[in-house]
Nanobody, 122 residues
Framework: QVQLVESGGGLVQAGGSLRLSCAAS????????MAWFRQAPGKERELVAI????????YYSDSLEGRFTVSRDNAENTVALQMNKLKPEDTAVYYC???????????????WGQGTQVTVSS
């Protein structure tokens, strides 16, 4: 059974930093692509970043402006999202997801974590 468990969310002031982590189990982590999505109140879920199984990373929100960094540790079966210079508009529930395909298509992510709340106060 595949499980993805996020941690590291919380409340932070604008300009601060948070590091989200997602621990995977029940899957061959080194051969699966990992992504972070987020869903802000009243908005659709959006793709934030992908870390492919071969180690490349990509970012998909113009608002990130280089503030976020995704990384993975195949030895620890974890993927992280380092978020710096946070803004109130980064407030959202952040989800990690896994797919056997390196894809931007949310529908192709077979496995999802439960989400972790990030709240950025102004």
């Amino acid at each position: 059974q595949v499980q993805l468990v996020e941690s590291g969310g919380g409340l932070v002031q604008a300009g601060g930093s948070l590091r989200l982590s997602c621990a995977a189990s029940g899957v061959t982590f080194s051969s699966i692509n990992m992504a972070w999505f987020r869903q802000a109140p009243g908005k659709e879920r959006e793709l934030v970043a992908i870390a492919t199984w071969w180690g490349s990373t990509s970012y998909y929100s113009d608002s990130l402006e280089g503030r976020f960094t995704v990384s993975r540790d195949n030895a620890e079966n974890t993927v992280a999202l380092q978020m710096n210079k946070l803004k109130p508009e980064d407030t959202a529930v952040y989800y990690c997801a896994a797919s056997r395909q390196a894809t931007m298509d949310e529908q192709r992510y077979e496995y999802w974590g439960q989400g972790t709340q990030v709240t950025v106060s102004s």
